[in-house]
């Protein structure tokens, strides 16, 4: 069982930064994809960064030339630096972890941090 253990969520004003990072309990293996997922009030949770082990990312429409995703493949760690933060970011934000078994994909998510932008 993987672990996920985010950090760096807060209040920040509208065009503030905020950089959020996850550590995984188990780094004897390189997790497969890691990221990052927001969920706002009555809304669903969406995607919104994530980076393969080999460095690949792919990101929300919404947040690109805004955020970064970066990773430590050795140990297991990703990290996501916002920029010009915007009160539609407002969100809790969780990290993910997939692992790829036997041809199946597992997801391990964290308990989620709170990110809230004023106006």
Same mark, same amino acid.
């Given at each position: &069982?993987? &672990?996920?253990?985010?950090?760096?969520?807060?209040?920040?004003?509208? /065009?503030?930064?905020?950089?959020?990072?996850?550590?995984?309990?188990?780094?004897?293996?390189?997790?497969? !994809?890691?990221?990052?997922?927001?969920?706002?009030?009555?809304?669903?949770?969406?995607?919104?960064?994530?980076?393969?082990? /080999? /460095?690949? !990312?792919?990101?929300?429409?919404? *947040?690109?030339?805004?955020? !970064?995703?970066?990773?430590?493949?050795?140990?297991?760690? *990703?990290?996501? &630096?916002?920029?010009?933060?915007?009160?539609?970011?407002?969100? *809790?934000?969780?990290?993910? /972890?997939?692992?790829?078994?036997?041809?199946?994909?597992?997801?391990?998510?964290?308990?989620?941090?709170?990110? !809230?932008?004023?106006?």
């Amino acid at each position: &069982q993987v &672990q996920l253990v985010e950090s760096g969520g807060g209040l920040v004003q509208a /065009g503030g930064s905020l950089r959020l990072s996850c550590a995984a309990s188990e780094t004897s293996f390189s997790i497969d !994809t890691m990221g990052w997922h927001r969920q706002a009030p009555g809304k669903q949770r969406e995607l919104v960064a994530v980076i393969t082990s /080999g /460095g690949r !990312t792919v990101y929300a429409n919404s *947040v690109k030339g805004r955020f !970064t995703i970066s990773r430590d493949s050795a140990k297991n760690t *990703v990290s996501l &630096q916002m920029e010009y933060l915007k009160p539609e970011d407002t969100a *809790v934000y969780y990290c993910n /972890g997939q692992l790829v078994v036997g041809g199946t994909v597992v997801d391990y998510w964290g308990q989620g941090t709170q990110v !809230t932008v004023s106006s």
